[in-house]
């Protein structure tokens, strides 16, 4: 079974800067940095890490090399990503000396995806393989549909969320991974139990998994709701949580590990991406997150 993460790719730069630029204001940084970023590369880094065999699709436009540079050093398989005319995608990040950032998005290559394009990858891919997407990307409505015509297993972040999302037929959708705001902007309802039991009746055949920041996560799939508290860790930044659990949940998953187990993992993995600095850079290997569930059992 494989894998395909039609996903975003960015370069990130990131300025460190004594306080966000207000408007007309000119103003220098103290230092930047260009690191490989993008919600789609966080999760296919989390997945191969975890063990998965990934597929990454979509298109990359100039200045992409450090970023398949990345993705093929780590094991993740380039054949179906694309060699656009225009430029990457990429976000320019301020962070201040406090640690909050402000974030400028600019979808570039990854919103010159087609839809022949994704015909064209998804026709690759067989029944039972794996779809992992986000919402960084043009033609989403194409995949999902695609995906679910050849009879991969969709598993949609709606992140970051748009209203036009909803317009899409979710219920084509197999998993579904979202953080508590974007379960309060896809259902108006902020406790996690409402939230789980508002998509549930909206979507009865969707699994859901709501992660909850430094509470954990709770999953409701297979007739079950799972909670799993966070590992207690020093949060030094908490950039590709999300991204680090969505990967090693669906690794888990795919290797045939119980839900249980799957969550458990899931939570390691994220709480050492939360305990270290960067996106990608945070995601640990699958032995560290073996060792901090070991650590975890004997204590
Ligand atoms: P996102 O990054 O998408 O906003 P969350 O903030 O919910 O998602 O974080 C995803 C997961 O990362 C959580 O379910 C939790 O397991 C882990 N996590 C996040 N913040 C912390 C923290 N402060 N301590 C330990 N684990 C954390």
């Known amino acids: 079974m494989r894998i395909l993460n039609f996903g975003s790719l960015n370069l990130d730069y ?8 207000t408007p ?27 063990g998965a065999d990934v597929w990454h699709a979509g298109t990359v436009g100039a200045g992409s090399d450090v970023l398949t540079e990345l993705l093929a050093s780590s094991g993740v398989n380039l ?15 301020q962070v201040t000396p406090a640690g909050e950032n402000a974030i400028l998005l600019c979808g570039g290559s990854n919103r010159e995806i087609t839809a ?37 297993h969709v598993v949609l972040n709606p992140s970051p969320f748009e209203e036009k999302l909803l317009e899409m ?10 953080n508590e705001v974007e379960g309060r902007q896809m259902t108006g309802i902020t406790d996690p139990d409402g939230i789980l039991n508002a998509l549930h009746s ?33 949060a030094v930044d908490t950039t590709a949580a999300g ?15 119980n839900l249980r187990e799957c969550m458990l993992r899931a939570t390691a ?8 600095a960067g996106a990608s850079a945070s995601i640990p290997l699958a032995a560290q997150v073996d060792a901090m569930l070991a650590n975890a059992s004997n204590m």
């Open 14 to 21: 990131v300025y460190q800067v004594p306080h966000f630029l």
């Open 79 to 93: 054949t179906w990503l694309k060699r656009g005319e225009g430029i990457q995608g990429s976000a320019i990040i």
């Open 169 to 178: 037929n979710i219920g084509l959708i197999d998993w579904l991974f979202i």
């Open 116 to 152: 022949q394009q994704v015909r064209e990858t998804i026709s690759h891919f067989d029944c039972g393989d794996w779809l992992i997407l986000q919402n960084e990307v043009s033609c989403l409505k194409e995949m999902v549909e695609e995906g679910k015509k050849r009879g991969m």
């Open 269 to 276: 993995a994220s709480a050492i991406s939360v305990s270290r």
């Open 24 to 50: 007309g204001e000119t103003m220098a940084a103290s230092s930047v940095a260009v690191v490989p970023g993008g919600k789609g590369l966080n999760q296919s880094i989390a997945l191969v890490r975890a």
């Open 243 to 257: 991204d680090t659990f969505t990967g090693y949940f669906i690794a888990a998953y795919t290797q045939g590990r």
């Open 202 to 234: 909206r979507y009865p055949q969707i699994s859901t998994v709501l992660t909850l920041g430094k509470e954990g996560a709770v999953c409701d799939a297979q007739g079950t709701r799972i909670y799993q508290p966070a590992f207690e860790v020093k």
